[in-house]
């Protein structure tokens, strides 16, 4: 049976002092937590090593929101699978459409990245997913077939997570319904594999999530809005 994986997203939020006030509220809750699932938060560059210094327990992933596609070198303001996995980082979002939108990331940068976080011990979180426009032109399906056969080649199926996000729902408050949310991530299960976990994102709250993660194709939830406050990130991983 394939685990759930609920990432937290935090983009450009918290600082280090936020982050440890963060953690020291979110140790003194008592939580039941869901069963057979994967979670955490995918924090700032600057906070990672106070995450990982911070969490709980072992058990709560902290993830990058991007991993350079080279290992050192001169590549001023990017950061290394090497310098993540000896923080104790063990998965790094890539491909973001914030990314793709705001850098100029493309599918092909995507998937060297992936590669690279894989053969250094990082699960890579592919992020894909159609913007409004495409999704009102009825081609959301081509646009996700091409970036996820892109991103994933060559790569072993089996040990990476995909982030279906369409961007229309991204920070919006347009949730995709439950259906769609299945329909595609059952069309990218058609393009990867049995094993391969993928995630919805996109304006997942605490009320919306239980019913999103029902839906068999649907491994868990990328979510950046919900996860920034302790009552809320913890309602998003909390047995029901
Ligand atoms: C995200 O950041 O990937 C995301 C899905 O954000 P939100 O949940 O705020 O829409």
């Known amino acids: 049976m394939r685990k759930k ?3 937290g997203n935090w983009k450009m939020n918290k ?3 936020e982050v440890k006030k963060f953690f020291d509220e979110f140790k003194n809750k008592k939580i039941e937590f869901r069963s057979n699932m994967i ?3 995918a924090a700032p560059s ?3 090593y106070y995450a990982v210094n911070e969490r709980p327990n072992d058990n709560f992933v902290i993830s990058s929101q991007d991993i350079s596609k080279h290992l050192s070198g001169a590549y001023t303001g990017e950061i290394s699978a090497l310098m993540l996995k000896e ?3 063990n998965y790094a979002i890539v ?3 914030e990314r793709r939108t705001y850098h100029k990331e493309t599918d092909s940068d995507i998937n060297a990245k992936a590669k690279t976080a894989l053969e250094n011990g990082i699960v890579p979180i592919i992020c894909v997913g159609e913007t409004l426009q495409e999704y009102e032109s009825g081609i959301s399906k081509q646009v996700v077939e091409k970036q996820v056969k892109e991103c994933v080649k060559d790569l072993d199926l089996s040990k990476i997570v995909i982030a279906y996000e369409p961007v229309w729902a991204i920070g919006t408050g347009k949730t995709a319904t439950n259906d769609y949310a299945q329909e595609m991530c059952k069309f990218i299960r058609s393009l990867t594999s049995n094993e391969t976990l993928i995630q919805y994102g996109g304006s997942v709250t605490p009320e919306s999530i239980d019913e999103l ?5 649907v491994d868990g939830a990328l979510v950046g809005g919900a996860s920034l406050k302790v ?3 913890i309602s998003l991983i909390e047995k029901k």
């Open 5 to 7: 994986i609920i990432i």
């Open 15 to 17: 600082t280090p002092s």
């Open 39 to 41: 979670y955490g938060i």
């Open 46 to 48: 600057c906070d990672l």
């Open 87 to 89: 923080m104790g980082v």
């Open 95 to 97: 491909g973001h459409s």
């Open 213 to 217: 993660l029902n839906q068999p194709d």
């Open 231 to 233: 009552d809320s990130f």
